[in-house]
């Protein structure tokens, strides 16, 4: 279905922006071992539990998230992103961003490249400003 994890995660974000779980459904994998965690919430194990979360976030609307400053790390079968989530949303001063550290973990499998897991916490208004490369690489 997604010939790299990067079509993976451009569908994932795609289905949050539509708001549509049948589409967010799509990217993640059937094993019972998936797992999504969202920024303040439980644990979610297995694709019917995922699924319902997703369907009950968007009772709310469509979720106007980008991914920022991707470190992809892939492998022949696994994937690990780890990112900024910047969310998008309405507050009574006009729009305001919200940031989430965020690792997406994909599998490829028979049928393309598929998410396993999606764990996203709350980041500093700055996070794009804080990352901490190793000093040992930095070259002068």
């Known amino acids: 279905m997604f010939p790299t994890p990067e079509e993976a995660e451009y569908a994932f974000y795609e289905a949050m922006r539509q708001g549509d779980a049948a589409l967010m459904m799509r990217v993640w994998g ?19 539990a995922v699924r319902e979360a997703w369907e009950h976030i968007f009772t709310n609307g469509p979720i106007a998230a980008f991914p920022a400053q991707v ?57 794009e400003l804080f990352d901490r490369p190793d000093p040992s690489r930095t070259l002068h």
């Open 71 to 127: 470190k992809a790390m892939t492998g022949v079968m696994n994937a690990v992103h780890v990112l900024i989530e910047q969310i998008m949303v309405n507050t009574p001063r006009g729009k305001d961003t919200l940031n989430f550290y965020t690792t997406n973990i994909y599998q490829k499998g028979p049928e393309g490249w598929r998410m396993i897991v999606h764990h996203a916490s709350a980041a500093p208004r700055e996070a």
């Open 30 to 48: 059937d094993d019972e071992d998936v797992v999504c965690i969202h920024p303040g919430g439980l644990r979610t194990i297995g694709p019917r």
